[in-house]
């Protein structure tokens, strides 16, 4: 079977444990295919945890959740060198990043240090002690999650740091079909206990998918698309007043790679052989809206940054 049915097999069978939130289904697995990081921001209780929990249980890896706490140290995150009595020496002992799947939960509410050594592990697959670093293990997928509601006694990321996640997901309530199939299924867990897990991911697989999507065909005329929709987000001023108006900084460089490697990790995810231009654009929101900074204008205005991507979606045109 080819890797391609393998993850459009995955998918179905995190479809059926995590209802009514496809969306976040799809953004794992693309974030896992684009090797990058995911924060999602969503009401409690909107399957996020048990969203890469779920995930976790079909790579042959490990899973670790870290609570964000304002006490929490970077220690706490990274390890720390502990004194071996008996040797004399110090050791240094692997805190909870050292794992394949890492769940940051509410890392809005760690200060400034826990969000820093957490995102430099993020960045550079390592953690730096001392006069000594230590690699991260090359299957690294972190998802981060923020609480919408409650902003007191948080600490907003700063822009610099929210760069370093790949896409930037917002979860909104289930529909009433698919809040009545939670319902059944909590309760046949409660009876029956859940069901066990048959596909499971080597983590070789993952990498051959990685680099088979990465390889996916893109042709020059969606290349371009996807460039001048960047470049638009730093020169509104070419396409439209009101956006020169409403953006304050457009997206890096790093959202250009972000958007070419999940528009191709979605065509692939999908089953085809190329990268349209609706991939780019399917994938455009949850690539930019952290990477786009508004004026202060266009807060006061109620605009957000989707309607921003929205905008610019309309104006730049296709290559012939």
């Known amino acids: 079977m080819s890797l391609q049915r393998i993850f459009g097999d995955l998918r179905s069978q995190l479809a059926k444990r995590i209802i009514g939130q496809e969306k976040l289904v799809d953004r794992l697995l693309i974030a896992l295919l684009a090797d990058g990081h995911l924060l999602v921001e969503g009401a409690p209780g909107l399957a996020k945890t048990t969203a890469i929990k779920t995930l976790s249980e079909h790579i042959e890896g490990d899973f670790h959740r870290i609570q964000f706490t304002p006490d929490l140290l970077p220690s706490d995150v990274t390890g720390s060198e502990i004194y071996r009595a008996e040797t004399g020496l110090f050791e240094f ?22 969000q820093s050594a957490l995102l430099e592990a993020m960045g550079e697959r390592q953690v ?13 997928l972190v998802m981060a999650t923020q609480n919408p509601i409650e902003q007191e ?10 760069d370093r996640f790949l896409m930037h997901v917002l979860i909104d ?36 998918a990685r680099l088979d999507a990465s390889e996916l065909f893109m042709a020059e005329a969606v290349e371009d698309y996807l460039v001048a929709l960047v470049l638009a987000s730093r020169q509104p001023a070419d396409l439209d007043s009101e956006l ?41 929101f949850d690539v930019l809206r952290h990477r ?22 309309d104006r730049v045109p296709v290559a012939a």
């Open 128 to 140: 730096s002690v001392g006069m000594k670093s230590f690699a991260l293990d090359r299957l690294f």
């Open 93 to 114: 002992q692997k805190g909870p990043i050292f794992h394949n799947l890492v769940l940051a939960d509410e890392i809005n509410r760690a200060p400034a240090k826990v």
């Open 244 to 284: 020169a108006r409403w953006i304050a900084f457009g997206a890096s460089p790093r959202g250009t790679i972000a958007l070419d490697r999940c528009a191709r990790a979605k065509a692939w995810l999908d089953g085809r052989d190329f990268v349209s231009p609706d991939d780019v654009r399917a994938i455009a």
């Open 292 to 313: 786009i900074l508004l004026t202060f204008e266009a807060e006061a205005d109620g605009i957000t940054p989707d309607d921003v991507i929205q905008r610019l979606i």
């Open 153 to 162: 006694g948080t600490y907003p990321l700063p822009e610099a740091q929210l």
């Open 173 to 208: 309530y289930p529909d009433a079909g698919a809040e009545r199939d939670i319902l059944h299924l909590a309760r046949k867990d409660y009876q029956q206990g859940p069901a066990p897990t048959e596909l499971r991911l080597r983590a070789d697989d993952i990498f051959q």
